[in-house]
């Protein structure tokens, strides 16, 4: 992807709920406008994080896309 973003997170590993949790944490960590690129292996996440992320009012600035046989990633822009 094309987005620069301040960090990187890797749950590849992690399972819903834990992949959420794991996110929410890094991004109450970064300040406003800050952008995070999230990358899982775990299919359900690639719904469930962004939809979760978005619902707390932060934006999706890439939805997830597989990049390898088993790995996603999106980004996510602070709120």
């Known amino acids: ?3 620069k ?3 990187d997170l890797d749950i590849k590993g992690e399972v819903c709920p834990f992949t959420f949790v794991k ?3 890094k991004l109450e960590s970064m300040e406003s406008g800050q952008v995070l690129r999230v990358v899982v292996d775990h299919e359900p996440a ?3 994080v962004p939809r979760s992320a978005e619902n707390e ?3 999706i600035l890439a939805w997830p896309h ?3 046989e088993t790995d996603w990633e999106f980004i996510i822009k602070k709120k």
Do not use: P, R
Request: hydrophobic residues 35%; proline residues 0%.
């Open 46 to 48: 690639t719904k469930n």
């Open 1 to 3: 992807m094309s987005i």
């Open 57 to 59: 009012g932060h934006e």
């Open 23 to 25: 996110t929410k944490l």
């Open 5 to 7: 973003a301040d960090f």
């Open 66 to 68: 597989k990049f390898n």
